[in-house]
T-cell receptor, first 116, second 114 residues
Framework: DVKVTQSSRYLVKRTGEKVFLECVQD?????MFWYRQDPGLGLRLIYF???????EKGDIPEGYSVSREKKERFSLILESASTNQTSMYLC???????????????FGQGTRLTVV | AQSVTQLGSHVSVSEGALVLLRCNYS??????LFWYVQYPNQGLQLLLK??????LVKGINGFEAEFKKSETSFHLTKPSAHMSDAAEYFC????????????FGSGTQLTVLP
């Protein structure tokens, strides 16, 4: 089974703290993604990476950064957490097949972050 | 640019009734389309996908969806709802050359009534 593992299911952090969300996948996938999920807004892409040390901004990158030092690991960083970053964060990975983007994305269980 | 609209943020059906969850997409090129399901406190799981082969796609748990280009739709159906189908469902779209990202709809919460 493909596994995407997020290091924490629940986190509570204080405003202004630096927060690290970790994600590891075990299927040698090239692509990794961080999404934010909020009620009524669906999933919104924060950042994605298609190779080690490569990153691309998604739809809502402000206030976030990412790191991909190894193929299997993709970290999301909140440089200075704010209350409006309270949300569910989902990591995903996928593999390109045949040059087309037609494969499924595999998701982690999610990290519910509360910033107080 | 690509986008997805899911009509109805909440849908309720009786157990045994037809499930119909609506998804319309916008894309300037032929899209790839997906339906994902999210059970409480879990990540997303792929139900089915359309990748330009057969327009009627069958997925897991008895779900299927039909790609209709003329209507730009990809509605999800199941003939007979089961209590275990209660979950949130997301439609998603991507296209070749879209920098490998999925665009998700806002989701539809399905409630199954006994």
């Amino acid at each position: 089974d493909v596994k995407v593992t997020q290091s924490s299911r629940y986190l509570v952090k204080r405003t202004g703290e630096k927060v690290f969300l970790e994600c590891v996948q075990d299927m040698d996938h090239e692509n990794m993604f961080w999404y934010r999920q909020d009620p009524g807004l669906g999933l919104r892409l924060i950042y994605f990476s298609y190779d080690v040390k490569m990153k691309e901004k998604g739809d809502i990158p402000e206030g976030y950064s990412v790191s991909r030092e190894k193929k299997e690991r993709f970290s999301l960083i909140l440089e200075s957490a704010s209350t409006n970053q309270t949300s569910m964060y989902l990591c995903a990975s996928s593999q390109i097949q045949g040059g087309g983007w037609n494969t499924e994305a595999f998701f982690g269980q999610g990290t519910r972050l509360t910033v107080v | 640019a690509q986008s997805v609209t899911q009509l109805g943020s909440h849908v309720s059906v009786s157990e045994g009734a037809l499930v119909l969850l609506r998804c319309n997409y916008s894309s300037s090129v032929p899209p790839y389309l997906f339906w994902y399901v999210q059970y409480p406190n879990q990540g997303l799981q792929l139900l089915l996908k359309y990748t330009s082969a057969a327009t009627l796609v069958k997925g897991i748990n008895g779900f299927e969806a039909e790609f209709k280009k003329s209507e730009t739709s990809f509605h999800l159906t199941k003939p007979s709802a089961h209590m275990s189908d209660a979950a949130e469902y997301f439609c998603a779209v991507t296209t070749p050359g879209s920098a490998r990202q999925l665009t998700f709809g806002s989701g539809t919460q399905l409630t199954v009534l006994p």
